[in-house]
């Protein structure tokens, strides 16, 4: 006997939910680190990510606020997907979530660095489809580390928890964003 609720959509309601990459709008902006040398990539927000409401001034949607408004499938059903596209060497400056965040290397070789409670970073090397997860609060970065063609982009999906995630730079990584003037923190702070 059957227990859950079931829904019915029609194709075209079903069709709002499909993403093609091909026709994804990506965004190379919106992040504290977006400007940074070696953190250049391109975000793009495939399922979810809404701009999280009341956060600080470093903290942000993990997609930028930009690519925070513009998924492809407009749905809040407790997960985000995105992919990161970058070349070899470049990738995020390290961050935290307030929900659980797991890549998923589609592509290339990419690293997933995280820090210990000493500061002491470790990390494991993706090649296409592993994966690792890590737990909100886990201090964590990637970066494509794919060898070969120092111009060839390779691809990394997320998948982060929650309706509207929130996104922040550890204090190590804002100093060095500043020092490169890549990005002034608001006046505010």
């Not at 227990?3 to 902006?29: C, H, I, Q, W």
């Amino acid at each position: 006997m059957e227990n859950l609720p079931r829904k019915y959509l029609t194709r075209d309601e079903m069709m709002k939910r499909v993403a093609r990459f091909k026709d994804l709008k990506g965004s190379d902006g919106g992040l504290p680190d977006s400007k940074m040398p070696g953190c250049e990539r391109t975000l793009y927000n495939v399922i979810g990510f809404q701009p999280p409401e009341n956060v600080g001034a470093n903290a942000t949607s993990p997609v930028g606020d930009l690519a925070a408004r513009m998924a492809a499938i407009k749905i809040r059903e407790g997960f985000n997907l995105g992919y990161c596209k970058a070349k070899p060497g470049h990738g995020p400056e390290m961050h935290n979530h307030d929900t659980n965040e797991t890549f998923i290397s589609m592509t290339g070789t990419w690293r997933a660095s995280w820090e210990d409670e000493n500061g002491k970073v470790d990390y494991v090397d993706l090649q296409p489809l592993d994966v690792v997860s890590f737990p909100p609060g886990m201090i964590r970065r990637f970066e494509n580390v794919t060898k070969g063609d120092p111009n060839e982009e390779a691809i990394l999906m997320f998948v982060i928890g929650g309706d509207a995630p929130q996104a922040e730079f550890s204090d190590d990584a804002i100093a060095r964003i500043e020092k490169a003037g890549a990005w002034q923190r608001p006046a505010h702070q």
